[in-house]
């Protein structure tokens, strides 16, 4: 099938006379020809529903359990997305669901694709999504005392502030010009003047100084 095909054919199934449910979108996604699939927006209550329905062998038929993140939209929430596989078939489907900021949860889908697990344990490390039924939602990849979800967009990047950054130099740190402006800090990366172990500590940048003028001659040819 298209990626359009599965699309229709998941909002299909998914159809219901009941409004309360939440409505159901399908679009696809861009890649162009073999890489384009089906994008199906489901609301949460529906998100667990709809990976059964996508996984069943007389439905789509998605046998395959690819990977499974998040996007943090802001104020809007969090985009849960899982990308599920037919082997037999060769088609797939992209499954989303926008999650509430505030108590962020969705069902696991780890009973249908256990291999979804160590999926579910990451987004839940870095971006504070709780997958509810999941049987062992423990840390995966961060320390057990780390503290916050690095993924977030208000997540403070601490280590810009707190040691020298590794990386290429910012905006105006090159040290092949003379002047040199403030540097550009990426969104996410605090004053290290007003945040972290430099407060208070750093000077304002100076200003560069400007290159002597050349004097101007008079008539006569003298200065």
Same mark, same amino acid.
């Given at each position: ?152 967009? *208000?997540?403070?990047? #601490?280590? =810009?502030?707190?040691?020298?950054? /590794? @990386?290429?130099?910012? %905006?105006? $740190?090159? *040290?092949?010009?003379? #002047?040199? =402006?403030?540097?550009?800090?990426? /969104? @996410?990366?605090?004053? %290290?003047? $007003? ?12 200003? /560069? ?15």
């Amino acid at each position: 099938m298209t990626p359009e095909e599965v699309g229709e054919r998941l909002i299909h199934l998914l159809e219901t006379d009941d409004p309360a449910q939440g409505a159901v979108a399908a679009g696809v996604s861009g890649g162009g020809p073999g890489h384009a699939r089906a994008v199906v927006d489901v609301p949460v209550a529906r998100w667990w529903h709809a990976a059964t329905i996508a996984h069943d062998p007389g439905a789509l038929g998605c046998d395959f359990f690819d990977w499974l993140s998040a996007v943090d939209e802001g104020d809007d929430g969090f985009d849960v997305i899982a990308h599920l596989w037919s082997t037999r078939r060769r088609h797939g489907v992209l499954l989303r669901a926008r999650v509430p900021r505030v108590d962020a949860e969705v069902e696991s889908l780890v009973d249908i694709y256990p291999g979804a697990a160590w999926h579910e344990r990451e987004t839940y490390e870095m971006f504070g999504i709780v997958f509810a039924r999941h049987p062992d939602l423990r840390p995966l990849l961060l320390p057990p005392e780390f503290e916050g979800h690095p993924l977030r967009k *208000e997540f403070i990047l #601490a280590a =810009r502030v707190a040691k020298p950054w /590794p @990386g290429a130099k910012e %905006p105006g $740190e090159s *040290e092949a010009g003379t #002047a040199k =402006r403030a540097p550009m800090r990426p /969104p @996410g990366v605090p004053d %290290p003047n $007003e945040w972290g172990p430099m407060k208070g500590k750093i000077p304002p940048p100076e200003a /560069p100084a400007r290159p002597a003028r050349p004097a101007r001659k008079t008539d006569g040819g003298t200065p």
